[in-house]
Structure formats: structure tokens, C-alpha cells
């Protein structure tokens, strides 16, 4: 199958800003200077032995990665870590990207596999699903911010109790936005199969969350 | 029907204004919930220490490329002088392999054609009882394991077939969707230069 090139990917890139005087930048003779450099060539320097050039990849997607990997765990420091394997995980296995030019996409499956394989990890080891007590009810009183404090701390135990594959499409769709084709090639799933998970995931929230949908 | 129109409506197919008012009241209602999701679970930028840790960690690995270069060092045609003899014990060693009893592996299973562009059908097979899912996946489809085995009769034997086009691949087994596993079964391996070994797939055009 085709990973599909994911132009948002580049949403969370840091803007880079300008030098408060014109440096006139030294090149290597041949080669492209570092922020000009395309994601292919950068795949391709890396390949070649310019291992430092690994660091634009992590400059370019870093925020992105880390960005939905800390919509999945909710920690910030879990999430950095899982960047951090997927970008490692990402440079040993770089000999093996075939399309350079989607080197964002690829990353970012990488990272959606790590993410997933922690979440198993943790909520067999730390959380029992089938144990967990049913949400309870917010406290609705005048302070507005009271209930909407509640209503976030519930939304966030329902989706601990989707399945991580659930929660990954739910998180996908519903919070980052990305269209079922994007995330049918991220899960390696047809868009017809992504559209039942992402309903199974609503019907399971709707029942933990009645009063709300 | 309500429920399909709000289903539609959450999928993107159809718009608030083509909903009754049944449907559209619980349409709203979802929007309410999905945008709490959407407050609690906000994305962040990336500590600046993530690039600095991953380059300190990659500094201790070996060159990514490494194994795809010296792959290619030794396909790449080269001049070979050989003296009569030598060619002889050549010939010879070719020809016992060729009688060599063959073992397990991919078997492909090529129909007609014998040109370059012939596709055959390798059957690949992997035994793991206690997987929930076994794809194949390599040099042929990118390393995405698209192509899905099956144990259809759960004896825990997983198989599929694999359209390929002569070559020689590299390819390994991905189990429950995120664990490379290496075909023990395959006839040849290769380092890839990371601490995993490769199996290779040698795909000749079937005779005509």
C-alpha cells in the first residue's frame, strides 16, 4: 500500500526566525544548504553517511509527532519519550524507506505503532478495562468552570476505556481532524473498516457519556 | 434513520441543514462533546530536548544505509576472470546445489510467462499460534506489510500469497501490526545491518 503524503504534518513546524543580520551561510560545495533542503534529500544524505542531517527530520516533525502521541498518553513526558523511539526507531529502519519523499507520513506511522504498542503495554500492566468504575456523573453547580473542569476529567477516563486502536482512530478523526483516507493509510486499515472503528469508538464513549451525546 | 443522519453528519458526508430536527439537536450535541474532546486532549510542541536526545542516541547506532550499501556492493555486476578449472568447480558446485534436497520456505507458485515482467506468486507461510495478525512485508511493497497472511483453520500455520515480479527481496513477517519478525524458515538471511536479520527471496521468471 501507499502512504499518502500528509501536508499537515507540517502544522506543528516552528517557524525559524531570521538571522538579526544578513550571515552570509558557508555550504559544503554541492550541497543544498540545511533549510533548504527537501525531505527526500535529507533521506538520501543520512543514507549516504551525513548522519547529522537526521536532526532536520527531527526539527520538521518533532512537534507534529509530539503533538498526537500527547493526545493519546495525556503525559507530556511519555509523549516526548515516544517521539523520541519513534525518531530512533525511524533512523534504523531508514535503510528500508523507499519513498523519501514521504518520510513525514512514515515517521508519523512509525510514532502511531509505538504510541499504540505503549498503550497495550500500560493498560494491561497498570489498568484492568473491565474493573474500571463507571464514570460518575458530574457535580453541575453556578461555577461554570467546576463543570467544565469535570467534563474534561471524564472525557479523558472514557477514552482510556476505548481500545487503544479506538481511541487512535477516535483521536484521529474527531480531535486532530485528518480525513479517513489519511488515517486509513496511518492505520493501514480500508476507509470502510477506519469509518466502522471510528463508530464503534462514539458508541462506546456515547454509553460512558449519556448526558453529553 | 435519525441515527444514520448523525452518523453521516460525524463522518462529514451531509450538513446540519439536511438533518430533522430530532437529528440535528442530537447532531449538536455532538459537536458539544467532540469539542471537549478536543479541549482536553490539546496537542503541545516538542520539549526542545527531544532533538538533542534523539541525535545522542543515533550517535551510538550503526549508519542507517550501511546495510542497503554494502547490499548493493555485492549485486553490483563486476568483471570476473576465471581460469578453466576454477569455472569447472563452479559449474560443478551450481549443479549439486541445484540436486540439493529443497526446505521449507516461500514456494513460488508462478503461473505462465517467463519475461521480466512476469508477476508470480510466492506462498509465504509463518507459524505463530499466538499472534492476531500476520502480514508479510518488504523490499516488494515498501516494508508496509500490506499483504496479510491467514490461518484460516487456526492451527496457528498463517499463509498468504504475494504477487511478485522476479527479483531478489528481502522481506520479513509483521505480527499483530508492529513486531518485524525474521522468517526462520527462509533459505537465506541477511544482516541489515541493525541487529535484524533480513530474509531474502530469490523470484525467477517460471519456465516457459
Known sequence: MTVTTAPHLHRG????????????????????????????????????????????LVRRYGDALHAHALRMVGSQDVAADLAQEAFVTGYRKLGSLRAPERVGAWLFRILANVVRDHLRRTRRRHISLHVLPEIPAPQRGPDEDTVDADVRTRVRQALAKLTPEQQEAFVLKHVEGRSYEEIAAVMDLSVAALKMRVHRAREALQGLLKEFA | M??????????????????DDQARSEARSWD?????????????PAPPWLE????ARIEALPEPGLARRAWSWLLRP?????????LGLAAAAVVALVLLPGRRGPAPTGDAGGAAATVVYVQFDLRAPDARSVAVGGDFDEWQGSYPLEDPDGDGIWTGRVPVKPGLYAYMFLVNGSKWVTDPEAAHHTDDGFGN????????????
Open chain 2, 2 to 19: 435519525k441515527d444514520e443522519d448523525v452518523r453521516r453528519y460525524l463522518d462529514g458526508e451531509t450538513e446540519m441543514d439536511a438533518m
Open chain 2, 78 to 86: 563486476r568483471p570476473l576472470r576465471l581460469s578453466p578449472a576454477t
Open chain 1, 13 to 56: 513546524v516552528r517557524p525559524v526566525p531570521a538571522p538579526p543580520e544578513p550571515v552570509e551561510p558557508t555550504y559544503v560545495r554541492g550541497m543544498a544548504p540545511p533549510a533548504e533542503r527537501t525531505d527526500a534529500q535529507v533521506v538520501r544524505d543520512v543514507l549516504a553517511g551525513d548522519r547529522d542531517a537526521y536532526r532536520l
Open chain 2, 197 to 208: 536479520r533480513n530474509a531474502v527471496l530469490a523470484v525467477t521468471a517460471p519456465a516457459t
Open chain 2, 32 to 44: 458539544r462533546l467532540l469539542a471537549a474532546f478536543r479541549a482536553e486532549t490539546p496537542g503541545a
Open chain 2, 52 to 55: 538533542n536526545r534523539v541525535m
